[in-house]
């Protein structure tokens, strides 16, 4: 069975750059996050998708961040402009449903110059 | 706002030996996971723990979850270099939804 599938693994960007990355869940899964693991801290939740519908985005920094998933199945997650404490690694997870168990990708790691 | 926090952050030990981390929190969780992750991959779950007082084994890991559900401890007994990693406790809350946070971690180095 195929894992969480992201792109691209490392990105380099100067701040007020935009960014974005890519995630394709498990197929079948419903539920999809994106975490943001800031080096040294766990993994922090910024939006739930179930399918193509919002969950919870109460942490996501609506200003500059903004996230969709139109189909229900892959997730695009864009950052503009990035300041420099966005450099952080990027995880997708999906779920089967909004209780399933949590696979996660290998992540995006951001850094902003 | 709910909070998991876990000790120690960083862990250096022989093979062989045995140690526990903690996952501490003031609020009740529904349930609670652990969770290995590796330099450059994501975090894979190793267990989740449900009833208050449950203990799960995984071979050489022994997790326990407090009988007030608000703290949940890791056990390995004789240590190996493959379980160096970052050990990190999750918890899914009881204020509604289904919203996961995460502890920090307790980084863990097993020397050969």
């Known amino acids: 069975e195929a894992g969480v599938a992201q792109s691209p693994r490392y990105k380099i960007i100067e701040k007020r750059q935009s960014v974005a990355f890519w995630c394709n869940p498990i197929?079948?899964?419903?539920?999809l996050y994106w975490y943001q693991q800031i080096l040294g801290q766990g993994p922090k939740l910024l939006i739930q998708f179930q399918n193509n519908g919002v969950v919870d985005d109460s942490q996501l920094p609506k200003d500059r961040f903004s996230a969709e998933r139109l189909k229900g199945v892959d997730s695009t997650l864009k950052i503009q402009p990035a300041k420099l404490e966005d450099s952080a690694v990027y995880l997708c997870?999906?779920?089967?449903?909004?209780?399933?168990?949590?696979?996660f990708g290998s992540g995006t790691q951001l850094s902003v110059l | 706002t709910q909070l998991l926090e876990q000790s120690p952050q960083f862990l250096s030990i022989q093979e062989g030996e045995n140690l526990t981390v903690y996952c501490n929190s003031s609020?009740?969780?529904?349930?609670l996971q652990w969770y290995r992750q590796e330099p450059g991959e994501g975090p894979v779950l190793l267990v989740t723990v449900v009833t208050g007082g449950e203990v799960k084994k995984l071979k050489r890991l022994t997790f326990q979850f407090g009988d007030a559900r608000k703290d949940s401890s890791l056990h390995i007994t004789a240590a190996q270099p493959g379980d160096t990693g970052l050990y990190l406790c999750a918890g899914e809350g009881n204020t509604g939804g289904f919203k996961t946070i995460f502890g920090a971690g307790t980084r863990l180095f097993v020397k050969a």
């Open positions: 997870a999906s779920s089967l449903d909004l209780r399933g168990k949590l696979f």
């Open positions: 609020s009740v969780f529904s349930s």
């Open positions: 197929s079948g899964h419903a539920t």
